[in-house]
């Protein structure tokens, strides 16, 4: 049983029966990764993107909150609070959404979810329409992007492609047709809730608090997992950044890709999805369409103080 104590703007806490109540105070903030609000860079160096493609985000809108921490022995408050953000609108420093007052000094563990917009309260970085269409569709994340490459082709599985009219350029290293294009778009709706926590950072659980202080810990959400060669295991320096494999899903050539092409593909008919690629260890199992592996790569994004690590709905990764 829990006792509710109101926090103005920022939610609900909620205490355990019986735990004697403290003086510190946790803000939790949103962060996001430059990666988002930046964009990737083609290039070679570790973080760029290898395979030439630039990436810029439009829009990277998540419903997120719901935060509970938890003290060893049993102490427990909750930020009930959902927000649905805009990340390429959050600034570099975080932005505060939830403050957990009155607790005991001491280590706590720190959870959050990505949830269905449908339980979420519009930021003002969000657009009312982006909202309603999120609720719409019942879902976790917008997100709007581009690619761009100068001498950009797709090159899309021949069983698949329907390509119209437009004129063959060569032929990609696995034999199937190529044809330009240099500037590719996608704008999901993904419905994919997720739990994150207990959360740690260089091994070390939580987040500490002093009796009488005010700390602060963040809820971070990475850009890149999306152009990951896969789920590999240990530390994002030995994680290849690529983004071929988006291009080559644009089935009909029209420069956007779509939720619908995406479920169309299974991984075994991208070719791009060699022995580069590491698909073990993906939260969704089995990964049979490429949409999957969207929604299995979103879960991996969420972090703690930036490169904490963050089991996902119980699932320890780490990278």
């Known amino acids: 049983m829990f006792r509710d104590a109101k926090i103005p703007l920022f939610g609900l806490v909620l205490w355990s029966a ?10 939790v903030l949103l962060e996001a990764e430059d990666t988002i609000t930046g964009g990737l860079d083609a290039g070679a160096n570790v973080e ?35 927000y649905a953000v805009d990340l390429t609108q959050v600034p570099a420093s975080g932005l505060p959404l939830w403050n957990l007052d009155s607790l005991q000094a001491g280590r706590w ?9 449908k339980q979420a309260e519009r930021h003002t970085s969000v657009a009312q329409a982006d909202f309603d269409a999120m609720r719409s569709a019942d879902a976790t994340y917008l997100i709007s992007a581009t690619l761009t490459k100068t001498d950009g082709r797709s090159c899309p599985p021949t069983a698949l492609a329907t390509p119209g009219g437009k004129p063959q350029i060569g032929t990609a290293p696995a034999g199937q047709p190529c044809y330009a294009n240099a500037s590719i778009r996608f704008n999901l709706l993904v419905p994919e809730e997720t739990k994150y926590g207990p959360c740690e950072i260089d091994g ?40 071929q494999w988006i291009a080559d899903a644009d089935l009909n050539l029209d420069g956007t890709v779509t939720q619908e092409e995406l479920s169309r593909i299974a991984p075994s008919q991208l070719a791009e999805l060699d022995a580069r690629y590491q698909l073990g260890g993906s939260p969704i199992t089995p990964l049979a369409t490429m949409w999957d592996y969207i929604r299995a790569q979103l879960k991996t994004q969420g972090h703690m103080n930036g490169e904490g690590e963050c089991p996902a709905d119980g699932q320890a990764h780490s990278h």
């Open 48 to 82: 760029n993107i290898r395979d030439g493609w630039q990436v810029r985000y439009q829009k990277f809108i998540t419903s997120i909150g719901n935060i509970e921490i938890e003290l060893t022995g049993g102490s427990h408050a909750h930020a009930e609070k959902i």
């Open 204 to 243: 070390i659980a939580g987040v500490a608090v002093t009796d009488g202080g005010a700390q602060s810990v963040t809820a971070t959400i990475h850009g890149d997992h999306l152009f990951f060669n896969g789920f590999p295991e240990g530390d994002e320096g030995g994680v290849t950044r690529l983004a």
């Open 109 to 117: 563990d720190f959870n959050f979810v990505t949830a269905s917009t």
């Open 18 to 27: 019986g735990c004697q109540q403290g003086t510190a105070t946790l803000s």
